[in-house]
């Protein structure tokens, strides 16, 4: 797939992946419709992928907002002339056993992770149908792969977000239509230290949760971005980020019910 030109809707892109994204898709001649809650930081990113002949526009959006989602392809098709690249990044995290975690919790996260990607690939489709090649790039996680214990909320998203995007693409076969899932591995993001966590759920629990993950998210953004833009050149269906995501992936597809065993000691 060629870039150059081209114009990509990114959510979440006020920090992390998203933004290491709309960096690497600008460096190609990319143009940018930028979404996310935090308007600081969608500036901050704007700022950094601005460049010559570039157009990068910010827009804050509620992924869990239908309305405001309903409503976004019309103000991105203002700023720009068309849609070809859908990229659906945005995502949180829950702390906390499944008896830990409230029902309305368990809610929230999947209105943003997993109704978000479908409500954002249903607002854009028409857009991206009227594009010459485009592609929908919907991002799961390692834990879209493997379902460890304590990640309940988190992992049915991301299995519901990899499941919609197979049947999609399926769908899409024989379009000019695309669809790319993209499962990262530990990369250094601010997901973990921002996510919301059960009322039950001590401090003591939460430091030691904290300290797993951050000592697991080790990837530069940067690089992960890097990867999953190539994979996207590429057209790749499916695109897995890290060692510690290929090797879980080799390990459940070995051991579908065992993987644990041995992923629990890592």
């Given at each position: 797939m060629t870039l150059a030109g081209k114009t990509a809707v990114i959510t979440g892109a006020a920090g992390g992946i998203g933004r290491a994204l709309a960096v690497s898709l600008a460096r190609r001649g990319c143009h940018l419709a930028l979404a996310d809650i935090d308007e600081t930081g969608l500036a901050e990113t704007a700022a950094l992928a601005s460049g010559p002949g570039l157009g990068v526009t910010c827009h804050r959006l509620d992924v869990a907002d239908r309305r405001a989602v309903a409503d976004f392809p019309g103000a991105a098709l203002a700023a720009h002339p068309g849609v070809d690249l859908l990229v659906?990044?945005?995502?949180?995290?829950?702390?906390?056993?499944?008896?830990?975690?409230?029902?309305a919790d368990f809610e929230w996260l999947f209105d943003i992770n997993f109704w978000g990607v479908v409500r954002m690939t249903r607002a854009f489709l028409p857009a991206l149908k009227a594009s010459a090649e485009?592609?929908?790039?919907?991002?799961?996680?390692l834990f879209g792969l493997i379902a460890p214990p304590g990640q309940t909320a988190y992992s049915a998203?991301?299995?519901?977000?990899?499941?919609?995007?197979e049947s999609l693409r399926h769908e899409l076969a024989g379009t000019r239509i695309g669809v790319t899932t993209v499962h990262p591995g530990g990369v250094a993001t601010s997901i973990a230290r921002?996510?919301?966590?059960?009322?039950?759920?001590?401090?003591t629990e939460r430091a030691r949760m904290e300290r797993r993950f951050q000592r697991l998210l080790t990837m530069p953004p940067e690089r992960a971005a890097e990867i999953i833009v190539s994979g996207i050149e590429r057209r790749r269906p499916r695109i897995i980020v890290g060692r510690d995501a290929k090797l879980a992936a080799l390990l459940e597809r070995l051991m579908p019910v065992g993987y644990w065993n041995l992923l629990r000691h890592r």
């Open positions: 659906n990044n945005a995502g949180v995290a829950l702390g906390g056993d499944f008896e830990q975690v409230a029902e485009a592609r929908i790039v919907n991002i799961s996680s998203s991301k299995f519901a977000v990899r499941g919609f995007s921002n996510a919301r966590m059960s009322v039950t759920v001590t401090d």
